[in-house]
């Protein structure tokens, strides 16, 4: 059975640091790609970041470039997402997700990190900035 865990979230103040944690189990972890996907209260889930095993490519929202860096180790068949320079609006529940078929993530122009083929999710944690 596939699962994805997230674990890391918490209440941070502005301009701190969190690093979320997806620790798969459930597939080998060596054709995969996983993202990070979040949903504010009241807003559409928005795709946040991705990577893919095949190319070791990453791709990131234009809303935390710069900011937030994704990650996989493949002995822990963990991905990580390190959210620095943290603001209000990155308050949500973040959810990692795995694509274990096409192996590469999905980005449509105009519209970012796409869910296409995502079939596997975790149940979420809750990331909540202060001002």
């Known amino acids: 059975e596939v699962q994805l865990v997230e674990s890391g979230g918490g209440l941070v103040q502005v301009g701190g640091s969190l690093r979320l944690s997806c620790a798969t189990s459930?597939?080998?972890?060596?054709?995969?790609?996983i993202g990070w996907f979040r949903q504010a209260p009241g807003k559409e889930r928005e795709g946040v970041s991705c990577?893919?095993?095949?190319?070791?490519?990453?791709y990131y929202s234009d809303s935390v470039k710069g900011r937030f860096t994704i990650s996989s180790d493949n002995a822990k068949n963990t991905v990580y997402l390190q959210m620095n320079s943290l603001k209000p609006e990155d308050t949500a529940v973040y959810y990692c997700?795995?694509?274990?078929?096409?192996?590469?993530?999905?980005?449509?122009?105009?519209?970012?990190?796409?869910?296409?083929?995502?079939?596997?999710w975790g149940k979420g944690t809750l990331v909540t900035v202060s001002s």
């Open positions: 997700a795995a694509d274990l078929v096409l192996g590469y993530c999905t980005v449509v122009p105009g519209i970012g990190i796409s869910n296409y083929g995502m079939d596997y």
């Open positions: 990577i893919s095993s095949r190319d070791s490519s990453t």
């Open positions: 459930g597939f080998k972890f060596d054709d995969y790609s």
